[in-house]
């Protein structure tokens, strides 16, 4: 709905990662072929750049190649360009994704896919030949990265007529193994081979401050736990797939959603239109007891509040901490952790608050690093169980 739509806004902290939508283009140094020190990658789709310093955040990333159609993408990202690694060399055209596609002969090991044009999707996106020539320009064991915004992770988004539902059944044409990565309105769909992934902070630059390094170590976990495409009810003609058309439908899912939401809450809370959501925000004791309710009854709403929260703490003074105090209190204290149950959303979404309130205080991450510990352990346990485990 408008009220919680993301807003684009450049990051006013020192470190990497702040919570926002391109945090998890820090993917990027895992992928390709795991037998390489070094990944060669291709960016389709500039903008502002804000995806540069997560990408070049992984240490294997030597190469970026920078495509984007408006010139004038050059000098908007050139504050994000300033941000680069050292090590990486950065290069940028202007052209046209499907005829720079057609003209090169180079191969890449990682392609990054985020087309948009300023009302929405670029057409290109869902279109077959496009991903014919994307398979020809990657080398093998190599992995494409589409960034899929729409219907929040919380709101069924693969159910139905939604960008994602549609991006995905077409990608679903192209390619057999679609898994994502969620946060709040984007799914971060990874294509190729399951990532090789060794639980530590070689896959980081060294010179990251500790709350970036802890990312990338959050990062490495999640990736073992990709979420599979599971499309339900898609349409048989492309949805909305303008801002202001998937703004309408994410409106009408979060009203749909307010019943059962609601029936948790006590009667003097009670939500009878989406702007509610964010007055419940302003009862922390009452987040929270919803937050332990949901999660103690494997609701699939568990991670609203939470979504809710790393929305919104990029642009309130409210108080959040609830949140990161009670997911890490919660790891801690728990017999038995389902790891996937907290990386899809809770985990990710607490450390958000964080990263993006604290300026990479090492002395605030530390408790998610003691709760990242029980969350390895409890992969260690789970290890065989998990399809994509290596």
């Known amino acids: 709905m408008p009220d919680f739509k993301d807003r684009f806004e450049i990051s006013r902290h020192e470190q990497i990662f702040c919570g926002q939508y391109y945090d998890d283009m820090g993917c990027t140094g895992f992928l390709g072929d795991p037998a390489k020190d070094k990944i060669s990658v291709l960016m ?5 750049g804000v995806a540069l310093a997560p990408i070049a955040a992984g240490r294997r990333v030597a190469s970026l190649l920078a495509v984007d ?3 004038t993408a050059l000098v908007r990202s050139l504050d994000n360009r300033n941000r680069l690694a050292a090590h990486i ?3 940028s055209v202007v052209a046209d994704a499907t005829l720079f596609l057609v003209a090169t002969q180079d191969l890449y090991d990682v392609i990054i896919v985020d087309l948009y044009t300023q009302c929405g999707y670029a057409p290109i996106v869902f279109d077959h030949g496009f991903h014919q020539l994307l398979k020809s320009r990657l080398n093998p064991l190599g992995h494409l990265v589409f960034n899929g915004f729409g219907v929040p992770m919380n709101l069924d988004p693969f159910n139905g007529p939604t960008p994602q539902t549609w991006l995905a059944r077409c990608l679903s044409d192209s390619w057999d193994d679609i898994n994502y990565l969620p946060h709040r309105r984007n799914a971060t769909f990874i294509i190729g081979p399951p990532p090789s992934i060794t639980l530590d902070t070689a896959s980081a630059v060294e010179s990251l401050c500790a709350s970036d390094r802890l990312f990338m170590e959050i990062m490495s976990l999640r990736l073992r736990y990709l979420t599979p495409t599971d499309i339900r009810n898609p349409p048989l003609v492309p949805p909305a797939l303008d801002f202001v058309g998937i703004d309408l439908e994410v409106q009408k899912r979060w009203t749909a959603l307010l019943p059962a939401l609601s029936a948790l809450l006590p009667t003097s809370l009670a939500l009878n239109k989406p702007s509610d959501l964010r007055e419940l925000l302003d009862n922390p004791d009452a987040c929270q007891a919803l ?5 103690k009854e494997k609701s699939s709403l568990r991670t609203t509040l939470a979504l809710l929260v790393a929305g919104e703490v990029n642009f309130s003074d409210r108080d959040f901490s609830w949140l990161p105090h009670w997911v890490v209190t919660t790891l801690e204290n728990s017999v038995e952790i389902h790891p996937r149950e907290w990386l899809d959303g809770l985990f990710p979404y607490a450390y958000g608050v964080i990263t ?8 605030k991450v530390e408790g998610f690093r003691r709760a990242l510990s029980r969350l390895i352990q409890a992969d260690d346990v789970h290890e065989g169980v998990n399809p994509r485990h290596q």
């Open 44 to 48: 389709l789709g500039l903008s502002a």
């Open 69 to 71: 159609l408006d010139e």
């Open 356 to 363: 993006h309130r604290t300026r990479g205080d090492v002395n």
């Open 89 to 91: 060399n950065f290069e």
């Open 291 to 295: 937050q332990a309710l949901l999660v």
